[in-house]
């Protein structure tokens, strides 16, 4: 479905889902200011959005990549994982009209609807020691978990690992990983996590690149961040702006 169907049709869908969910969120507070948050079903304290609001919605359309106006759905659902027989505490976000959603973002400014450029198109898992480059335009960036034989290993073989974005001279560390070492064998991230960079482009429009990755830590864990060049203060790159964790179990 093209940006434009989506955005024509969100209007009307979320003036009927606000009025007949009204009884259900009243009473029900969501989080304010900048949230991301991703389609699916999630354990029911997870969730920070509720049916009838309208987000942003980052969404492959006509051969690239656009931020498209999506009215968010809330259901209640059975959680497999923790819902005795007859209870429904997990909750199934969709957006109306249907279809493939990358992200959804709310309260974030200088975001607005329209085509956005796009460095990366597919999930790339951040492998330690080897780099993602991304061209943006004129500007060639670098993102890599980097693990230097300066980083001190403890006595059980873990050491703190940066992961890194640079442009030319500069470079930034958005955050460490804890990374298991051992003599003569292979580093991964601790607790078999899968660090992946899901989006890169430029969201906010500033000509600079901006970043939506998972930077999990656990297995079990998923935690969405998302990363923008027009919030990052003097001398850096980006700024993390608002995150989205969800867990297995």
Not at 76 to 101: C, F, N
């Amino acid at each position: 479905m093209s940006q434009h169907a989506l955005m024509r049709k969100t209007g009307t869908i979320c003036v009927w889902i606000l009025t007949v969910s009204l009884a259900v969120a009243q009473g029900e507070a969501t989080p304010q200011g900048p949230r991301i948050m991703r389609t699916g079903t999630f354990h029911g304290n997870e969730v920070v959005a509720r049916s009838g609001e309208q987000w942003l919605a980052l969404v492959a359309a006509d051969g690239g990549w656009t931020l498209a106006e999506a009215c968010v759905q809330v259901d209640p659902v059975r959680d497999a994982l923790q819902d005795a027989d007859g209870a429904a505490t997990g909750k199934r976000v969709s957006v109306a009209p249907d279809g493939p959603v990358l992200v959804l973002i709310r309260g974030v400014g200088g975001l607005r609807p329209g085509p956005v450029a796009t460095a990366a198109v597919r999930p790339v898992p951040l492998a330690i020691g080897r780099s993602v480059t991304l061209q943006l335009g004129d500007r060639r960036y670098r993102l890599a978990v980097t693990c230097g034989t300066a980083a001190p290993v403890s006595a059980d073989n873990f050491r703190e690992c940066p992961l890194e974005l640079a442009e030319g001279a500069r470079s930034q560390r958005l955050l460490n990983f804890s990374v298991y070492h051992p003599p003569g064998g292979r580093p991964v991230v601790a607790s078999d996590a899968q660090p992946t960079l899901l989006w890169a482009g430029d969201l906010d429009r500033d000509g600079a690149l901006d970043l939506l990755l998972d930077i999990t830590n656990h297995y079990n864990m998923s935690h969405a961040a998302l990363f923008l060049s027009s919030a990052a203060p003097n001398g850096d790159l980006v700024a993390k702006v608002a995150e989205f964790v969800t867990y297995g179990d």
